[in-house]
Each structure stands twice: as structure tokens, then as C-alpha cells.
């Protein structure tokens, strides 16, 4: 018994053009792509990374 795959999440932010193999698997296979940005990077001045 195989199941059915309807949903995938993607730990990475929503591609901002149409050309993602996310995007193009889902179409194809008839599947919804949930975009989650789990890590988010900020900078922080070197004098304070030194700290």
C-alpha cells in the first residue's frame, strides 16, 4: 500500500520567479508547496561580533 504524497514544505522563502523545481514538480504531480523560512541570517557589525 503506497501513499499518496499531497503536500511538501520547504524550508527556504517562496521563489520570487517561475523557473523552481518546486514549483514545476507541484504542477506536474498535482501536489501544494508550502514555503517556511525556518533560519533567518542578520548581519551584525564586526565590532560587535568581536564582543
Do not use: H
Not at 6 to 16: A, E, G, H, N, R
Not at 28 to 36: E, I, P, S
Not at 41 to 46: D, K, L, R, T
Amino acid at each position: 500500500m503506497a501513499l499518496k504524497i499531497k503536500k511538501i514544505l520547504v524550508s527556504q522563502p517562496k521563489p520570487t520567479n517561475d523557473k523552481s523545481p518546486y514549483l514545476e514538480l507541484a504542477e506536474r504531480n498535482n501536489l501544494k508547496v508550502d514555503f517556511r523560512p525556518f533560519i533567518k541570517v542578520e548581519g551584525i557589525p564586526a565590532k560587535e561580533f568581536r564582543q
